[in-house]
T-cell receptor, first 114, second 115 residues
Framework: AAGVIQSPRHLIKEKRETATLKCYPI?????VYWYQQGPGQDPQFLIS???????DKGSIPDRFSAQQFSDYHSELNMSSLELGDSALYFC?????????????FGQGTRLTVV | AQSVAQPEDQVNVAEGNPLTVKCTYS??????LFWYVQYPNRGLQFLLK??????LVKGSYGFEAEFNKSQTSFHLKKPSALVSDSALYFC?????????????FGPGTRLSVLP
């Protein structure tokens, strides 16, 4: 079965550079979530989209932005990267239907800022 | 705000023994509870969920979880642990009060199954 696809799997950037992470949700899933997981930490919610519109915002820095495109894929854009941005970034997709559906997570993008 | 707590950072169990990974929740309204497992450098894999109905929920890989409303708990269990069950386990609640209904995760419990 198709899963959530994230690219790239690994990314190394220097401080103050920009990065773009891509997410392709499971077909027919209309909700996409982005999470950040620091070393030894639980995933922290960044932002979500429902039907290509931003639906919720969590602890996403102003230096980050995201969008969902007409084909439902999503991109997380990160600018002025800092060392503290080094983390595993997950995308997940689900149906939103009243909260009783699970989210399916991608393999994640490991971002290292040097 | 919706939240979950996992009181144990680490759980060690011998292979073949039963295992329990604890989770307690704090929610407004009906809880939508989930368990996920994470293997090293991998994404989170869905194990099981409680939405409504029977308090004992069965999931993937022989795992089950017991919902206890009076104790606000949703402990993950398995009758006989395998070494391959060693991983990081996250309890989560879906924040249905938020427009995006995002998932709020607990801090995680590292399970080590010893041969």
């Amino acid at each position: 079965a198709a899963g959530v696809i994230q690219s790239p799997r690994h990314l190394i950037k220097e401080k103050r550079e920009t990065a773009t992470l891509k997410c392709y949700p499971i077909p027919r899933h209309d909700t996409v979530y982005w999470y950040q997981q620091g070393p030894g930490q639980d995933p922290q919610f960044l932002i979500s989209f429902y039907e290509k519109m931003q639906s919720d915002k969590g602890s996403i820095p102003d230096r980050f932005s995201a969008q969902q495109f007409s084909d439902y894929h999503s991109e997380l854009n990160m600018s002025s990267l800092e060392l503290g941005d080094s983390a595993l970034y997950f995308c997940a997709s689900s149906f939103p239907t009243g909260g009783n559906t699970e989210a399916f997570f991608g393999q994640g993008t490991r971002l290292t800022v040097v | 705000a919706q939240s979950v707590a996992q009181p144990e950072d680490q759980v060690n169990v011998a292979e073949g023994n039963p295992l329990t990974v604890k989770c307690t929740y704090s929610v407004s309204g009906n809880p939508y509870l989930f368990w996920y497992v994470q293997y090293p450098n991998r994404g989170l894999q869905f194990l099981l969920k409680y939405i409504t109905g029977d308090n004992l929920v069965k999931g993937s890989y022989g795992f089950e979880a017991e919902f206890n409303k009076s104790q606000t708990s949703f402990h993950l269990k398995k009758p006989s642990a395998l070494v391959s069950d060693s991983a990081l386990y996250f309890c989560a609640v879906r924040d249905i009060q938020s427009y995006g209904q995002n998932f709020v995760f607990g801090p995680g419990t590292r399970l080590s199954v010893l041969p």
